[in-house]
């Protein structure tokens, strides 16, 4: 299970923000990060999506040090991290929240097996979001006995 993910943006509040209304949760600053922020969705996984600054990267730390966080001058605007996120809000809230914000949203399905909604936070970083319905569906696919039985078919 994947109880947070860390993601960067253009402006960390405002995006963390609006990840806490899908998820109707919170936002709290990130405390060993200033300007970094982190949204909570207070539900029984403990799911939250921190917010970094664009360029922010994190580096091993050395010897007996925890992770260091680095800035880079000069980040790419795409990255190939994404997340599937199963929230409460429904397909057309969030076609709401991202028409309000500018940013691009489109349902697709993924094969013939469930669809997605792909939010693009900033028009930069995608998120698949799941309502309900399509959880439903996402987790129906991923069930381990189905899964299984369409792996073997598949080999």
């Avoid at 429904?90 to 309000?100: L, M």
């Avoid at 309900?132 to 569906?137: A, G, I, K």
């Amino acid at each position: 299970m994947i109880h947070h993910i860390s993601i960067a943006a253009n402006d960390p509040l405002h995006v963390a923000q609006v990840l806490a209304e899908l998820l109707s949760g919170k936002v709290v600053p990130f405390a060993s990060n200033p300007g970094s922020y982190v949204a909570l969705a207070f539900d029984a996984y403990g799911t939250l999506i921190e917010v970094h600054p664009r360029g922010l990267e994190l580096q091993p730390g050395v010897g007996k040090n925890a992770v260091q966080h680095q800035v880079n001058s000069h980040p790419s605007a795409y990255t190939a991290t994404h997340a599937a996120i199963s929230v409460l809000t429904s397909e057309t809230e969030i076609r709401s929240i991202a028409a309000r914000e500018g940013w691009r949203v489109e349902r697709y399905q993924r094969g013939d097996f469930f669809d997605v909604i792909e939010f693009w936070i900033e028009n930069h970083l995608m998120l698949e979001l799941l309502p309900p319905e399509l959880s439903t569906q996402y987790l129906t696919f991923f069930e381990p006995r189905s899964l299984k039985e369409f792996l073997a078919a598949t080999s």
